[in-house]
Nanobody, 115 residues
């Protein structure tokens, strides 16, 4: 299993960013995917999740209405579109797959929201 995040960077408050996670080594279309983030000095928190077919989506209250999770099963990729970004959204963003009783993580991509 390999998960590779990309697309992070520095953005001003109110700006937008899209992060991606390319998956390989498992039947991607059969598994739900999740995005987590971890801010400095804080625990990793669940941001959004999407079911295998994309029909069931959930968000943390802190990002509802601003973030959109989506997936392209033909490309084995899950996305997180982030709009109206706030400084509190700063952190390392990780994608996650729970496969055969075990969590799998990517290396993360840094998102920094600052003026």
């Amino acid at each position: 299993v390999q998960l590779v995040e990309s697309g992070g960077g520095l953005v001003q408050p109110g700006g937008s960013l899209r992060v991606s996670c390319a998956a390989s080594g498992f039947p991607f279309s059969r598994y739900a995917m999740k995005w987590y983030r971890q801010a400095p000095g804080k625990e990793r928190e669940l941001v959004a999740s999407i079911s295998s077919g994309g029909g069931s989506i959930n968000y943390a209250d802190s990002v509802k209405g601003r973030f959109t999770i989506s997936r392209d099963n033909a490309k084995n990729t899950v996305y997180l579109q982030m709009n109206s970004l706030k400084p509190d959204d700063t952190g390392v963003y990780y994608c996650n797959a729970f496969i055969l009783g075990r969590d799998h993580w990517g290396q993360g991509t840094q998102v920094t929201v600052s003026s």
